[in-house]
């Protein structure tokens, strides 16, 4: 007999995002979607271990959630048409009809409610990961290795601004699609990127978060079939992910892109991502940024070694992603790629005016770029001091290693 409790989990972590959808169409309150759901789920775990587990257990949680919804509004007199119109769907529980209404477009708006620009980043990304990502907080806990309770009390406050604002379910007009969708991209991006290059704790990946968030991005790409960048962050991401099981070794430690075995790159997963770039190409709208950097991790995919990489094609989409998205990150790798185009010479003088800058200020990023082309001219007294700088920087203890060892090797 299935474990009812994992049965549970299973469900909820698939037909979350649905059947809190389907709530939130119906009772127009995502707040009140969400608590109704969890309380289903309670009652799951209650009745399943002796009841059995339904044929259609998804199906099951979203009918005793909308009696729930009917209940309240009964606690609340608000007996009318949208009740008995509510009551009489919930005849026969396990039919067809309460396995499902048209979801695409409901999940959609809980995407973007989820991301929605009332919120702080750090709420919208606890929140997607809750109602889209079917997380618990304890799980969204673990993944940003913060108490629970911080957890629970960043979801809450979401919840309640979104309240507040009187945030509609519905997906925004098409005068804001655009610059909301940036939004939800952005978002999903932020929670890949923790996952490949972890910036504190004690491991150099978070593999189960960073797939997450490419699961929340197929998603995003099936639901916005038109929309360019969608796609293309799909590409890039599957691209990134191909080398995950070549940047680690089996202690964990750390192996940079130079040193990796290419052969463990995921090439199943490199074919997922060219085709998602060339939907994203063929939509014909030209590329954006994200279209742009999975680009970039096409060229390192398609090349045999590091030395064959075409680096000269990659200094050029960085200068047209530094031209469409400005950001001292971008320029930073534009100055790596120049290094193993021309030399470290050139790049040093990039490096030199970032610094000038300012913009990078207390970042790791900085000072480790610096002493690996000080490493490379020779000049290495000034390379150790910009490693040992770069190492006091991080919070990640396996990338504070790799630094120091680096620091090492200097003399």
Known sequence: ?????????????????????????????????????????????????????????????????????????RRRERLDERYRAMAHDLVGIGTAADAGEPIDDDVLRLVFIACHPVLAREAQVALTLRLIGGLTTEEIARLFLVPVATIQQRILRAKKTLAAAGVPFEVPDPSEWRSRLGAVLGVVYLIFTEGYATTSGDHWLRTDLANEALRLARVLAGLTPREPEAHALVALME????????????????????????????????????????????????????????????????APSVADTDWDRIVLLYEALGRIAPN?????????????????????????????????????????????????????????????????LTANTQERDVLLAKADAQG
């Open 1 to 73: 007999m299935a474990d009812p409790r994992r049965t549970v989990d299973a469900v909820w972590r698939i037909e979350g995002a649905r059947i809190v959808a389907t709530l939130a169409k119906m009772t127009n309150d995502v707040v009140l979607a969400e608590d109704l759901a969890q309380e289903a789920v309670v009652d799951a775990l209650r009745q399943w271990p002796e009841a059995g587990i339904p044929r259609n257990p998804g199906a099951w949680l979203t009918a005793v959630a909308k009696r729930k919804a009917i209940d309240t509004w």
């Open 239 to 302: 691209l990134q992910a191909s080398r995950f099981g070549a940047r680690v070794s089996a202690d964990g430690t750390p192996i940079l892109l130079a040193d990796q075995d290419r052969r463990r790159w995921d090439h199943g997963q490199i074919a997922r991502g060219q085709a998602a770039l060339a939907r994203a190409d063929a939509l014909g709208r030209g590329r954006g940024s994200y279209a742009l950097q999975a680009a970039i991790a096409q060229c390192h995919a398609r």
């Open 328 to 392: 001292p990150v971008v320029e930073l790798n534009r100055a790596v790629a120049v290094a193993m185009a021309t030399g470290p010479a050139s790049a040093l003088r990039i490096v030199d005016d970032l610094a000038d800058d300012g913009a990078l200020r207390g970042s790791a990023l900085l000072p480790s770029v610096r002493g690996e082309l000080l490493a490379r001219l020779g000049r290495a007294q000034e390379a150790r001091a910009e490693f040992l700088t770069a190492a006091a």
